[in-house]
């Protein structure tokens, strides 16, 4: 979310006459879009802010704008420690950094040509915000309440990235699955985009299982460029836990919509996150997660460790799992996740399949099947942006490595 907001001020500035510059040392603007969605993340956007201080007094005229979800919780306050920090654009404003930049005072812009870089494949929000009030997130509290963005605004959005070369797009929402706007669902969006020219795929992040639906599982198994892979987060896989969470669901509930999407799309993928050792998780409780995590065979799955959050509610509940015990359980549910993860992608060896062409490293290129699976094989660059087929002729616990068949 944060990488398809950069990207939407970044077009905004250049609308406005800035021109982007590939070396920080060498801009006279430098913009810190930050996070607090957990607390070390919040101390790297002020540590990278502290690297740019002597940048900042070097040469007059030059600013150092800090926005997103941590400028949004820290405010004005901020700059009593940083005071080299000259805006502050919390993230409920996001929208708008790129006007209040342009009308604060400015060094003297550069006029020419902006050309900037093609992207195969790109971010688009669609919604904005967050109803849910998970016990653990910040989310809800600096991003403010769920807003759907309108249809017609998104439309326009990915006809201007089309244009520019991009094949994919990745709808993004705290809660994508909940879409709607003036009685358009996310299978309504779906269906409107789908007819965008030269559009060749459609991702969407994050599903809240919660809000999937058969409406939605029908839509994306009919639509050839929809992709066959939902992100469906679990968290935990102990009912207690989930309650005390305010997940709004059970665990029979979750299995049952990982039925439904297995059933329902075709070579679907389903990937998770799972949060470990939030207050009052037991040995039972986690083995239940484990359990769940086991059965429902993720193709992919992130685990993280609970850490308190000032201002969530699970913040009064105290980190009542040891450092230590977090730390065991991390361990063992990665080696499972890791262990499921290898031998799904095993099912690939010898297959052929196609991986859209999305970024090069080295001689090799980069690219993603239709249900997510990251390919890596040897292709020159003239095949950017174009889907290729690929035989899989080995597999790592996390990606492909194929051969382009020609």
Same mark, same amino acid.
């Given at each position: 979310?944060?990488?398809?907001?950069?990207?939407?001020?970044?077009?905004?500035?250049?609308?406005?006459?800035?021109?982007?510059?590939?070396?920080?040392?060498?801009?006279?603007?430098?913009?810190?879009?930050?996070?607090?969605?957990?607390?070390?993340?919040?101390?790297?956007?002020?540590?990278?802010?502290?690297?740019?201080?002597?940048?900042?007094?070097?040469?007059?005229?030059? =600013? %150092? &704008?800090?926005? $997103?979800?941590?400028?949004?919780? @820290?405010?004005?306050?901020?700059?009593? #420690? +940083?005071? !080299?920090?000259?805006?502050?654009?919390?993230?409920?404003?996001?929208?708008?950094?790129?006007?209040?930049?342009?009308?604060?005072?400015?060094?003297?812009?550069?006029?020419?040509?902006?050309?900037?870089?093609?992207?195969?494949?790109?971010?688009?929000?669609?919604?904005?915000?967050?109803?849910?009030?998970?016990?653990?997130?910040?989310?809800?509290?600096?991003?403010?309440?769920?807003?759907?963005?309108?249809?017609?605004?998104?439309?326009?959005?990915?006809? =201007? %990235? &089309?244009?520019? $070369?991009?094949?994919?797009?990745? @709808?993004?929402?705290?809660?994508?699955? #909940? +879409?709607? !706007?003036?009685?358009?669902?996310?299978?309504?969006?779906?269906?409107?985009?789908?007819?965008?020219?030269?559009?060749?795929?459609?991702?969407?992040?994050?599903?809240?299982?919660?809000?999937?639906?058969?409406?939605?599982?029908?839509?994306?198994?009919?639509?050839?460029?929809?992709?066959?892979?939902?992100?469906?987060?679990?968290?935990?896989?102990?009912?207690?836990?989930?309650?005390?969470?305010?997940?709004?669901?059970?665990?029979?509930?979750?299995?049952?919509?990982?039925?439904?999407?297995?059933?329902?799309?075709?070579?679907?993928?389903?990937?998770?996150?799972?949060?470990?050792? !939030?207050?009052?998780?037991?040995?039972?409780?986690?083995?239940?997660?484990?359990?769940?995590?086991?059965?429902?065979?993720?193709?992919?799955?992130?685990?993280?460790?609970?850490?308190?959050?000032?201002?969530?509610?699970?913040?009064?509940?105290?980190?009542?799992?040891?450092?230590?015990?977090?730390?065991?359980?991390?361990?063992?549910?990665?080696?499972?996740?890791?262990?499921?993860?290898?031998?799904?992608?095993?099912?690939?060896?010898?297959?052929?399949?196609?991986?859209?062409?999305?970024?090069?490293?080295?001689?090799?290129?980069?690219?993603?099947?239709?249900?997510?699976?990251?390919?890596?094989?040897?292709?020159?660059?003239?095949?950017?942006?174009?889907?290729?087929?690929?035989?899989?002729?080995?597999?790592?616990?996390?990606?492909?490595?194929?051969?382009?068949?020609?």
């Amino acid at each position: 979310m944060n990488v398809a907001d950069s990207s939407a001020i970044t077009h905004g500035l250049v609308s406005y006459g800035f021109i982007e510059s590939a070396i920080p040392e060498d801009a006279d603007i430098i913009i810190i879009n930050s996070c607090t969605v957990r607390e070390n993340t919040e101390k790297q956007a002020l540590t990278e802010a502290g690297k740019f201080k002597a940048w900042r007094r070097a040469k007059k005229g030059r =600013r %150092l &704008v800090l926005i $997103g979800c941590a400028a949004e919780r @820290l405010g004005e306050g901020v700059k009593k #420690s +940083y005071p !080299f920090i000259d805006l502050v654009i919390g993230a409920k404003k996001i929208e708008e950094v790129s006007a209040i930049i342009a009308a604060s005072p400015q060094p003297s812009l550069t006029g020419g040509e902006i050309v900037l870089p093609v992207k195969i494949s790109a971010y688009v929000n669609i919604m904005r915000g967050c109803n849910n009030f998970c016990s653990y997130c910040i989310v809800p509290y600096v991003r403010g309440a769920e807003v759907s963005i309108p249809a017609d605004t998104i439309i326009a959005e990915i006809e =201007r %990235l &089309v244009r520019n $070369g991009t094949k994919e797009v990745t @709808l993004l929402g705290q809660n994508v699955n #909940s +879409y709607t !706007f003036q009685g358009l669902d996310l299978a309504g969006l779906l269906e409107k985009i789908h007819g965008i020219d030269g559009l060749l795929r459609i991702r969407y992040l994050t599903n809240h299982p919660k809000d999937m639906n058969d409406r939605i599982i029908k839509t994306i198994a009919r639509l050839p460029k929809a992709c066959n892979h939902i992100h469906l987060p679990l968290q935990s896989g102990s009912d207690r836990v989930l309650g005390l969470m305010n997940r709004q669901y059970t665990k029979a509930q979750y299995m049952d919509i990982v039925k439904k999407i297995k059933a329902g799309i075709p070579g679907v993928s389903i990937s998770s996150d799972v949060l470990i050792g !939030f207050p009052e998780e037991t040995e039972q409780d986690f083995q239940e997660t484990y359990d769940l995590v086991e059965k429902a065979g993720f193709d992919f799955c992130y685990v993280f460790k609970f850490s308190l959050r000032k201002g969530t509610a699970a913040y009064d509940l105290g980190d009542r799992v040891g450092k230590e015990e977090k730390k065991k359980r991390h361990i063992r549910m990665l080696s499972l996740t890791n262990r499921i993860a290898s031998e799904s992608n095993k099912r690939f060896i010898g297959r052929t399949v196609e991986v859209l062409a999305e970024r090069m490293e080295g001689p090799r290129m980069l690219g993603k099947t239709m249900d997510n699976g990251p390919v890596d094989f040897l292709c020159d660059r003239s095949f950017l942006g174009k889907i290729i087929k690929v035989k899989i002729v080995e597999t790592k616990v996390h990606s492909l490595i194929g051969e382009m068949v020609l």
